[in-house]
């Protein structure tokens, strides 16, 4: 089952630029993690954030989540090509699971 | 070393082949997962084992039957697959007990097509 929608569901910047996705969820979570991957391939995790954070700094990246309104949003500053991927984020529930939303495409044209 | 090895990277059977898929990680980790993704659409959990014990099944078609051997290795059998099981099959491990609150190393996948 699908727990988190993202949007947008494409999203196409130039270099240098700063990129949003956000992510709605619909149930009490544990935490909420943000994952990339690059075509056809693995999972690379970025980020994990605990619904007692209100927001979380790694590198270029910025995630904030709102819980009253059952939301997240990961920002990627100064864009690079490489940054190029689809992006996921997936909701920590107890009991062993991970449940990841729809994704956002990333495209960063150089 | 925190990395998790899938093989073979791409696999074709046919519906009456059997074959297995394989997964490693030496991190430590006791959570295994395998997930399963079709083009432009999300991981979706297939099994969990947690300390070498199957804990969550989401009720996957009998033709898949994992396996976990030790802390360190998961393998997933495959029989009878049908055409619409080609996917990329995705392993994952995470810290302690498979908890939800983890982060999870995934490996690079296996690329399945059945035909």
């Known amino acids: 089952s699908q727990q988190g929608e993202e949007d947008p569901q494409a999203l196409s910047i130039q270099e240098g630029e700063n990129a949003t996705m956000n992510c709605s969820y619909k149930?009490?979570?544990?935490?909420l993690q943000w994952y990339r991957q690059n075509s056809g391939r693995g999972l690379v995790h970025l980020i994990l954030i605990r619904s007692n954070e209100r927001e979380k700094h790694s590198g270029r990246l910025r995630v904030t989540l709102d819980t009253s309104k059952k939301s997240s949003s990961l920002l990627i500053t100064a864009s690079r090509a490489a940054d190029t991927a689809s992006y996921f984020c997936a909701t920590g529930e107890y009991g062993n699971k991970l449940v990841f939303g729809a994704g956002t495409i990333l495209r960063v044209k150089s | 070393d925190t990395e998790v090895t899938q093989t073979p990277k791409h696999l074709v059977m046919g519906m009456t082949n059997k074959k297995s898929l394989k997964c490693e990680q030496h991190?430590?980790?006791?959570?295994m997962y395998w997930y399963k993704q079709k083009a432009k659409k999300p991981p979706e959990l297939m099994f969990v084992?947690?300390?070498?014990?199957?804990?969550i099944n989401e009720s996957v078609p009998s033709r898949f039957s994992p396996e976990c051997p030790n802390s360190s290795l998961l393998n997933l059998h495959l029989h009878a697959l049908q055409p619409e099981d080609s996917a990329l099959y995705l392993c994952?491990?995470?810290?302690?007990?498979?908890?939800?609150?983890?982060?999870?190393?995934f490996g690079p996948g296996t690329r399945l097509t059945v035909t």
């Open positions: 149930t009490s979570i544990n935490n």
């Open positions: 084992y947690s300390y070498e014990k199957l804990s």
């Open positions: 991190m430590g980790h006791r959570a």
């Open positions: 994952a491990s995470s810290q302690g007990a498979g908890t939800g609150n983890l982060e999870q190393y």
